[in-house]
């Protein structure tokens, strides 16, 4: 029986989350035994045509070119996974999606009229289909084998969209927002991480996107009502999942 | 086209991080136009971190590379902390170079034996590789894994760690927890020499090159975190005056900018760099090594830069365990301070190199300005000089041995491409 074909794909990004399939230094040899990572320029020169059984796709859609070449990619899969903040909520490259592009453009780049990019930056989801979205910045390895392994055995993923405050309490965390006043976007953020920030004594920033039905404004007018400045707020919700839409809602809602 | 023109086109490099170009024209057996070109989107970071807060740097600048975030983080809060005028010594200063270490282990493991070695073997990846010599690919994997267990202890994870921040840390280590790695650190010692010896014995081109080499410069230590700008060629520099010796440059072909010394053109940062200007600061270990290796004080050949790697990789290994022996947890894991107005410049040593940034504060601690040199724009000229003299030893290769040649030659560069982005497809045309 011929092992089934994977597809590792980048956009605009950071190459870490493709990076965490090299990272499973323990399991690495022992999948690519039982899938053939066929299309994987990062690893390997080879390029096997498609159709891929899997495709994992990095990075948010930011050119004219790239928007074209999802749709490729989309037509050469069978199941679509996007990996990471960037693929599934356009990364914290869209921070320019609140700004003018052409003076971003201007600000970094000596000469704007050699640059070739798109007003926004956007997630895979707003162009094809994607069958499933594996988040965080960067995604965790072991959802990252659990995702692969679910798709080439014909089930879904089990991945918890419960918020970062359950892992947390099951760690035995002290909460660094209740006993410090730190503010911390876990009580809006899915799980993921095992409560990392919170673990080093610090507030989580949001790296794994909102739960599911997050109360983004409860969390915000308690942070305001402790002392939270609004502009750091803004800023807090503007981050890697910024663009996320109960992020970005909450946001303009404090940005007024 | 003329028959005694060639066209070589490569319009997505493999094994390197990032997307990148060549694009190689020969005409009447001389090479015409060499180019690298860096297609990778745009991303802005130097836009949108104004307005943003001075603690938010370390953790936003991390995301530009995912292969190296942790030189991210130390150029940034090396910056902030000039700014506010906290030197972070002692201990908390011994954890980043601990921290750095790690990063230097994972990524310079995961470019020799994963992405780099291929090329000498004549595979087309490290799991091609692995069927013929999976000891060696299992040998590696397990280094690199132990340089990524000490990024999980000290930063959290191995990709974008969350624990750096300036003036410190969040949270320190015990002595304990460091201890826990001295078993594997002492395996990955003789792991790295065992890597080495097999490097050694591979063929490399032959090719030597003058450049002038740039690395930061400390009295007592191989440069890591911090120190002086450096080169073989009188520049002996405070951090602060980059701008003054070095700018950056935009060209048609790469959404990257170059960069140059001012009136004297191109250099080249990396492993050769530090080695060439700082082999007395390895450890005597290393320095063994490195001449068992068949390397002298001084390596002008970018391909046996794989070999210089390995030794940085075994003195990573070396510093790390002479680190966790003298270590006494510190009382605070951060150095209080005043948020100020100013302009503050870090640099620190990133594996592929010299990684700097500058910011300009309002009194809030908001940004307002921002300047990023990665390591790979500044090496983009130096690389298209290095390939122009690969390609005319090589002109008589046939177009696929020449293509794998000249891919083999950037890979020399451990180029990082979503780094230089703020930058590569290979095209050969022979007419």
Known sequence: MSRPKLGVFKFASCDGCQLTLLDAEDELLAVAEAIHIANFPE???????????????????????????IKEIRRESEFLVTIGACATAGGIQALRNWADV?????????????????????????????????????????????????????????????????????????????????????????????????SYNRGCYGCFGPMESPNAEALGDWMLAHGVERRDLVNALRGFNGYAEPFRKASDAYAG | ???????????????????????????????????FGIFEPPRFYEAFLRGRRFSDAPDITARICGICPVAYQMSSVNAMERIFGIPVEGPLRELRRLLYCGEWIESHVLHAAMLHLPDFLGYESAIHMAADHRETVELALRLKKIGNDLMVLLGGREIHPINVRVGGWYKVPTKRELEAKLDDLEWAREASLQFLDLLAGVPMPQIEQSFEYVSLSHPDEYPLADGRIVSNRGIDIDVAEFNDVFEEIHVERSNALQSRVRERGPYHVGPLARYNLNFEKLTPGAQRAAYDAGLREE??????????????????????????????????????????????????????????????????????????????????????????????????????????????????????????????????DRG
């Open chain 2, 1 to 35: 086209m003329p028959d005694d023109t060639r066209v070589l086109d490569v319009d997505y490099l493999a094994r390197v991080e990032g997307e990148g170009n060549m694009k190689v024209r020969i005409r009447d057996g001389k090479a015409e136009i060499v180019e």
């Open chain 1, 43 to 69: 690893a390997s020169r080879e390029v096997v045509d498609g159709p891929y059984q899997l495709s994992l796709v990095e990075g948010s859609i930011t050119t004219p070119h790239d928007l074209e070449r």
């Open chain 1, 102 to 198: 052409e003076e971003y453009t201007r600000e970094v780049y000596a000469h704007p009229e050699y640059i070739s990019t798109l007003d926004r930056s956007t997630p895979v989801k707003n162009h094809v289909e994607v069958d499933f979205e594996l988040r965080g910045c960067p995604i965790s390895k072991y959802q990252l084998l659990e995702t692969v392994n679910a798709f080439l055995n014909g089930r879904r993923p089990n991945i918890p969209t419960f918020s970062v405050c359950v892992q947390c309490k099951r760690k035995g965390n002290v909460c660094v927002m209740v006993a410090h006043g730190t503010p911390c976007l876990g009580p809006i953020t899915q799980a993921g991480c095992y409560a990392l920030c919170p």
């Open chain 2, 299 to 428: 390596c002008f050949n970018p391909f046996q830069s794989i070999l210089v790697r390995t030794v940085e990789t075994l003195y990573a290994v070396e510093e790390a365990i002479r680190i966790i022996d003298a270590y006494e947890q510190p009382a605070e894991p951060v150095v209080p301070y005043d948020v100020t107005a100013g302009e503050g410049h870090g640099a620190s040593e990133a594996p592929r190199g010299l990684l700097y940034h500058r910011y300009l504060l309002d009194d809030g601690g908001y940004i307002l300005d921002a300047q990023i040199a990665p390591p790979t724009a500044q090496n983009q000229l130096t690389i298209e000089d290095d390939l122009r003299a690969v390609l005319e030893r090589n002109i008589d290769l046939p177009d696929d041995e020449l293509q794998w040649r000249l891919e083999q030659s950037i890979r020399n560069y451990d180029p990082c491409i979503s780094c230089a982005t703020h930058f590569l497809r290979l095209e050969i």
